[in-house]
């Protein structure tokens, strides 16, 4: 019975190809293309936080006014209310394992060698640096907005999405407990490029003036979305001198800039929030760049883990439309 324990290695097309031998003809890692990964570019909307705790508190503070004309008679006024927030963290893991010897009477049999053992293979190193760490970074990217936490199953290898709760579940929660309300656009799926730029300005101005104007702003979308803002500047204002930078920010509003993210392919959502809003706790996350090389028998292990969290702390500075909101969350 086959280890179902152990990470794919199939080199059954290049066997199909070129044999099941290895023959050396001066093949390196040079010739053995990867497609491009994602980044984890969605972490830049948030502030990072080291921590060694599983949870993090906050308090937010509601004040009331306490400006009064004068009277002799002392007339208190003024109050004070404290709100708890707390942020989860969430532990994730990387567990890979493979048996790099399939790759010896192959064409990549340069992956391995006769004279070390498994863990000194070339394979190692390619497979953590080329592919477990960069295929990391996308998976965060793809889980920082779009996951909801479930509890793993004992003994069944977890899912990327369900590793922890994403902004979008997280924004979702914050609507549905009428701690943010939406702003309404019009569908921007259809919209031209300059009905796109007409929209995010008229999102803006219902902002409440006192924020969109107090704090330097990125609002987020798909990047599709971003290119068709872009698109839709020079339409609307014949602005295509402009450098890149100056067609992604909001015309009279130089402090909300545009920026398209991964994490969001194929959602309708816009949202923004000052950065300091977005707290991203993390515990022993340089872990996830350092592994544990472990060697059984013919297999080798790469094993890491660390905590993982994403929450606004005031809801009340969160903006965004009601795309991909539940029905009747919003209402």
Known sequence: MPDTNVTTINPTDVVTAWGDYYLNEGQNMDQIHLLPFEEFGSQSSATIIQTNDTIIREANVEVQEVLQQYQDDFTAKGGVSFKPVEIKLYNMKIDVAFIPQKLRATWLGFLTNNDRTPEDYPFVRWAIEQYVMKQKEADLEKAFYNAVYEAPVEGVAGQVLKTMNGIEHIQNQLVASGDVDVITTID?????????????????????????????????????????????????????????EQLLRVMDFENVSIVGRASMIGKERIWTTPKFNLLNPIKGFSNKDGFDVQKLDRKVKFLTDFWFGLGFVQPEILFMNGAEVPEGASS
Request: no cysteine; aromatic share 12%.
């Open 188 to 244: 921007l799926g259809s919209a031209t490029p300059t009905q796109m730029v007409t929209a995010i300005e008229d999102f803006i101005r219902e902002i409440p003036e006192k924020y969109r104007h107090e704090y330097a702003l990125e609002l987020n979308m798909n990047r599709t979305f971003r290119d068709k803002f872009k698109q839709g500047m020079r339409d609307k204002y014949n602005v295509n001198y402009l450098q890149t």
